[in-house]
């Protein structure tokens, strides 16, 4: 929701943009939007459906709702070994051995999560 009157009056950077990305020619007008999302976690049903990944099971086994709360959870122990995909890889295994002991068979799935979510290249 706009603000009619600060769209048409301010000169604020922010609303000399909206302005410009109007289609007034459009019928019905319209606006031009552009979202970009760099990350989607979804939360995890309470109970796993039957044809459930492997991983969702065993992460609701660890009470862990989605992928970016076991991201969050890993985060502290595996940050600093980001170095290397050598060192992340390892810093999972042991943080998932130590920590959430249902989850080392999906180490290397994690790792790239993890990967991603912390920026390295492949």
């Known amino acids: 929701m706009v603000d009619t009157i600060w769209l048409s009056g301010s000169n604020a950077p922010d609303a000399a943009s909206l302005r410009r990305t109007r289609q007034s020619s459009a019928k019905p007008p319209c606006w031009r939007v552009l979202h970009r999302v760099a990350c989607i976690s979804r939360v995890l049903a309470p109970v796993p459906p039957p044809g459930a990944p492997p991983l969702e099971r065993a992460m609701r086994t660890e009470n862990a709702d989605s992928k970016y709360e076991l991201i969050k959870r890993l985060e502290p122990y595996v940050r600093p070994a980001a170095t290397s995909s050598a060192t992340l890889a390892a ?9 959430l002991p249902e ?5 290397a799935e994690i790792t790239e999560y993890l990967a991603h979510y912390i920026g390295m290249e492949n």
Not at 91 to 99: I, P, S, V, W, Y
Not at 103 to 107: K, S
């Open 91 to 99: 810093a999972t295994c042991g943080a998932l051995a130590a920590q």
């Open 103 to 107: 989850l080392p068979p999906h180490a």
